[in-house]
């Protein structure tokens, strides 16, 4: 592999000196079989992404189905009223700072959500896969 100090490459804008950048060989010099197999490499990370995007957003889905069926249960046994849900909106984003969705609006759309899907096994094979938003609209109307 050829490599190519800052000095050089400070005109195509590097960082810092005494930086050495690895430069892959052409593609033509590369080994025959390599093409293909590159290809086969590029396709599973892919698909990895892809898979590991919606496994996801199946947990997250489940996790506002939970979060949104933990509140219904509490109002129906309790009777609590809208102040918990603003409190609980303030709890979570000072336990979970980085996070963002817990907002009073949107644990009101888990507390719908659940209560428009109340069966979990239905939510697990069917709703889970459909994207958040598309869930969210679907609540709206």
């Known amino acids: 592999m050829a490599v190519i100090k800052r000095m050089e490459r400070k005109q195509r804008g590097s960082e810092k ?3 050495v ?3 892959p060989e052409a593609i033509m010099n590369m080994p025959e079989g390599y093409g293909p197999f590159i290809k086969a490499i590029k396709e599973k ?12 957003n ?3 889905i489940l996790l506002y189905w939970e979060i ?10 309790e009777g609590w009223g809208t102040k918990v849900i603003d409190r609980m ?19 009101k759309y ?11 096994e239905i939510v697990q094979r069917t709703v889970a896969q459909i994207p958040c938003r598309n869930n969210s609209r679907r ?3």
């Open 17 to 19: 000196d005494q930086v």
């Open 21 to 23: 950048f690895p430069v």
């Open 45 to 56: 990370i892919a698909t990895q992404r892809i898979k590991t995007v919606i496994s996801a």
């Open 58 to 60: 199946v947990s997250m």
């Open 68 to 77: 949104g069926n933990s509140i219904l249960l509490r109002q129906n046994n």
């Open 89 to 107: 909106a303030y709890d979570l984003k000072q336990a979970f700072p980085e996070m963002h969705g817990f907002s009073p609006r949107n644990l």
């Open 110 to 120: 888990m507390r719908k959500f659940a209560q428009e899907w109340p069966d979990v």
């Open 139 to 141: 609540l709206e109307r």
